[in-house]
């Protein structure tokens, strides 16, 4: 029944960057105004694109995440 993310793909605002974190939550990247970033539901924090691809597939099986094509590019 669930289609439960774990992530929120989202575009860095300033509104963002000022109120919540500049900062990625993972790596502690700096967020650019205009990157995408992606908002850790379950961690209530955000993290840039790059801590996304490498957490997003340890966490696919809790979030039902998974597609039903492959990715390829
Ligand atoms: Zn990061």
Redesign the pocket.
């Known amino acids: 029944m669930s289609s439960e993310k774990c992530f929120i793909e989202q575009t860095a605002t300033t509104n963002i960057l000022l109120k919540v974190t500049n900062v990625?939550s993972?790596?502690y990247?700096d967020l650019k105004e205009g990157s995408v970033i992606f908002y850790d539901l379950r961690g209530c924090r955000y993290?840039?694109y790059?801590?996304h691809e490498r957490i997003a597939p340890l966490m696919s099986s809790e979030c039902n995440m998974d597609s039903d094509e492959p990715l390829l590019f």
Do not use: G, H, P, V
């Open positions: 990625c993972e790596c990247a993290i840039c790059l801590c």
